[in-house]
Nanobody, 121 residues
Framework: QVQLVESGGGLVQPGGSLRLSCAAS?????????MGWYRQAPGKERELVAA????????NYADSVKGRFTISRVNAKNTVTLQMNSLKPEDTAVYYC?????????????WGQGTQVTVSS
């Protein structure tokens, strides 16, 4: 059962921009506590890129992306987006959407299938 659907990855030149989107089912979205984007480059561990709380009132960013990336929620579309500007080759990775929360007292933690972002000239 697919809970998260990601889109927006691709190839971009250094200095360019991409916008990633992660759509969740309405049920999952309204029960989410935190939704975020992680990335994993070849040979490296998966790392948090950015996260946002249910209300959107609190965000968290990796130091390496602060000032360049913006995470936001589009509640009407059950979607979280990651706007990535001033991209660098070191941003190249597979980007994964994650959501966690609680439903009927049980915790859930779902991952998207991943979308490739390649920054290269």
């Amino acid at each position: 059962q697919v809970q998260l659907v990601e889109s927006g990855g691709g190839l971009v030149q250094p200095g360019g921009s991409l916008r990633l989107s992660c759509a969740a089912s309405r049920f999952i979205f309204i029960n989410t506590i935190t939704m975020g984007w992680y990335r994993q480059a070849p040979g490296k561990e998966r790392e948090l890129v950015a996260a946002i709380t249910r209300t959107g009132g609190s965000t968290n960013y990796a130091d390496s992306v602060k000032g360049r990336f913006t995470i936001s929620r589009v509640n009407a579309k059950n979607t979280v987006t990651l706007q990535m500007n001033s991209l660098k080759p070191e941003d190249t990775a597979v980007y994964y959407c994650n959501t966690n929360g609680t439903v009927w007292g049980k915790n859930f933690d779902y991952w998207g299938q991943g979308t490739q972002v390649t920054v290269s000239s």
